[in-house]
């Protein structure tokens, strides 16, 4: 692996495990046997480590929104979908956890981040058109501009939840899969009302994915 | 006005006007003519006051949810309770905009925030097994806990959302009451699903409420 990309690597890794705010370039350094000044050479502060693994997650994102088929939606496409949200979630779950804070110390970041949110949730909506239109989903235009911002709200909020409430026991630093997991199942409650009978058949299989701690 | 209530008066407005990163104590004292010496006899730092802030809010709520009548709840009584909430988070939007942050450096904050969103959430469950024997709602256990935790989760996290993203509009520090009322329109739309008709037939004068800029 390049320096740059274990640089990356094992930032995501101990940000993830310790939280942002007490992981400093000096200690990444130190947990890749380099000096403070190699890493320098690569990032020239957290913020430019932090920006590059927004941008990864952000390209992930995007490539699983737009990947789909472009002839009608089935179950095991929606399928999909929950799972690539749930597996990026749990690799970013700093990103997550420390969203605001992260945002209010990085004019960049937020900038980005916006244009994100805006092109996120359009393609969320269009995919939820498209349930629509293959007999998934059924509701109206107003419905579904209201079904695709508290998608998002949920699923953006659910880590701040966790750990403000902490109603799902309470937690240090690390989110566990199963607490990601139980706001996957809120977002399919969310769903719920409206999906066809087809789709409501084969919901109890995908509630059971999000159910159990794994 | 007593001294003590002055100071809370003032905290909190500029707080909410001026987000609770950017004032200080001194600030607020200034704004009351008052040396810091003065204030320091009441509050002794800024952390206390916002302690004291979150108590007033916290009694505030406290007390509409459980003020509502003991017979059958009927739609004027739903259409109170999101007025309170409506009200409750824009009086203090301070608290909702920097949640994430106020919790962070306050551990007394934190551990009755904890208390508070277990007893609101339990009581908001009430509610809605409320609404659902009195006819207004009809949904089952399972769909009952997802929606309160959905509700919450949509209400505290709609001012951090409408700062990370910007969706309806750029902002600075400060929110504006139409976008507060989005929120709950946000809300209405997640209830709306389990409304049962004699509700649905009334819900266009609510969602009416909160669809103008007010």
Known sequence: MKTRDRILHMSLRMFNEQ??????????????????????????????????????????TRTFLHAGPDQQLTWSD????????????????????DLE??????????????HFAQDVMSAGRHIMQRMNSSGLLIANDEELDALIIN??????GWAPFLHATAVFGPLGTELTQAMIHRGIRQILFLLKPYLSQDALNV??????????AH
């Open 19 to 60: 939280g942002e705010r007490t992981v400093t370039t000096n200690h990444i350094a130190a947990a890749l046997n380099m000096s403070p000044g190699n890493l320098y050479y690569y990032f020239k502060n957290k913020e430019a480590i932090i920006f590059e693994l927004f941008c990864q997650y952000e390209t992930r």
């Open 78 to 97: 929606i399928l999909c979908y929950f799972q690539e949200i749930a597996r990026n979630i749990w690799d970013y779950r700093f990103l997550h956890r």
């Open 101 to 114: 804070q992260l945002l209010a110390h990085n004019p960049q970041l937020l900038a980005q981040y916006r």
């Open 151 to 156: 998608t998002w709200v949920i699923a953006t």
């Open 203 to 212: 919901l109890p299989e995908l509630l059971h994915l999000y159910t159990e």
